[in-house]
């Protein structure tokens, strides 16, 4: 059982940057995506980006290309989600997830259907 954690959300202002973190635990195959996703509420949960644990490959949402920065750190099981030039349509709760499917970091990384595990989330404001 794929535990995780997520860590470092709080309170910015537009054009700030903050680091998230999602401490992973349990998980026995190489075969994930390591995925951030984000909800606001009434509104559905959507992939922001994800990195596939095996080989490092990479997605993203166009909305944070350029923007968000997806990485792991092997040695501490953990995984990141940097954020830069944040805006206020950033603010959401941000959970991690391990999403089972591909061989290769693509949008089925983003489906939160496909998640096989979740974080209970971070918060991030972004004001303007």
């Known amino acids: 059982q794929v535990q995780l954690v997520e860590s470092g959300g709080g309170s910015v202002q537009a054009g700030g940057s903050l680091r998230l973190s999602c401490a992973a635990s349990?998980?026995?195959?190489?075969?994930?995506?390591l995925s951030w996703f984000r909800q606001t509420p009434g509104k559905e949960r959507e992939g922001v980006t994800a990195i596939y644990t095996f080989g490092g490959s990479t997605y993203s949402d166009d909305s944070v290309k350029g923007r968000f920065t997806v990485s792991q750190d092997n040695a501490k099981n953990t995984f990141y989600l940097q954020m830069h030039s944040l805006k206020p349509e950033d603010t959401a709760t941000y959970y991690c997830?391990?999403?089972?499917?591909?061989?290769?970091?693509?949008?089925?990384?983003?489906?939160?259907?496909?998640?096989?595990?979740w974080g209970r989330g971070t918060q991030v404001t972004v004001s303007s």
């Open positions: 349990g998980y026995t195959s190489s075969s994930y995506c």
């Open positions: 997830a391990a999403v089972r499917g591909g061989h290769v970091a693509g949008p089925w990384c983003l489906d939160s259907n496909l998640a096989a595990n």
